[in-house]
């Protein structure tokens, strides 16, 4: 069974910066194509970033291209989101996902397996 277990969040000051992590379970996150999404209060479910850790392919949204880095350590099978510079609408609860693809997305319904969260708070 595969299981996705996100740590990491918490309070930071805009510009500052904070690291997610992404635990993956039940099977090699290589096997998958990985995104991170975020979704604040009220909002949608928002893309950030996807990574195809095989062929070393990422991709992000405009809103954090620059800002955010996504990388995977395969020998901890985890995934990474290195946020620098946050800004304070960034406040969200972020979301690592799975797609059994050979091909990343940045539609949230195209992923099959989510953790359960963690919060990031920006202040200003």
């Known amino acids: 069974q595969v299981q996705l277990v996100e740590s990491g969040g918490g309070l930071v000051q805009a510009g500052g910066s904070l690291r997610l992590s992404c635990a993956v379970s039940?099977?090699?996150?290589?096997?998958?194509?990985m995104g991170w999404f975020r979704q604040a209060p009220g909002k949608e479910r928002e893309f950030i970033g996807s990574?195809?850790?095989?062929?070393?392919?990422?991709n992000y949204a405009d809103s954090v291209k620059g800002r955010f880095t996504i990388s995977g350590d395969y020998t901890k099978n985890t995934l990474n989101l290195q946020m620098n510079n946050p800004k304070f609408e960034n406040t969200a609860v972020y979301f690592c996902?799975?797609?059994?693809?050979?091909?990343?997305?940045?539609?949230?319904?195209?992923?099959?397996?989510w953790g359960q969260g963690t919060q990031v708070t920006v202040s200003s």
């Open positions: 990574i195809m850790y095989k062929i070393g392919q990422t």
């Open positions: 039940g099977r090699s996150f290589m096997s998958f194509a």
């Open positions: 996902a799975a797609r059994s693809s050979r091909f990343a997305s940045a539609s949230s319904s195209d992923y099959t397996y």
